[in-house]
């Protein structure tokens, strides 16, 4: 929700009337450090699962056949 929060606030500089003297970077930082903070993040649990699975592959298994 707040990455969307930034986005509007943004896109609302962009529009003329509304410019301030901040401009659009300034509103555009804490968009890119929010997404960069998420990215990091999810990048962290996707190398944990990642990690997790493949351990879980490689564990032997025992089956039975139905004969």
């Known amino acids: 929700m707040a990455n969307f929060y930034f986005l509007l606030l943004v896109l609302i500089e962009l529009y003329p009337p509304v ?3 901040g401009g659009a970077i ?3 930082m804490p968009l890119m450090f929010v997404v960069s903070v998420s990215m990091v993040k999810d990048i962290f649990e996707d190398r ?3 990690l ?3 351990e879980e592959n490689m564990r032997k298994a025992r089956y039975i056949r139905k004969e």
């Open 48 to 50: 944990k699962r990642h």
């Open 26 to 28: 300034s509103m555009l």
């Open 19 to 21: 410019h301030t003297p």
């Open 52 to 54: 997790s699975d493949e």
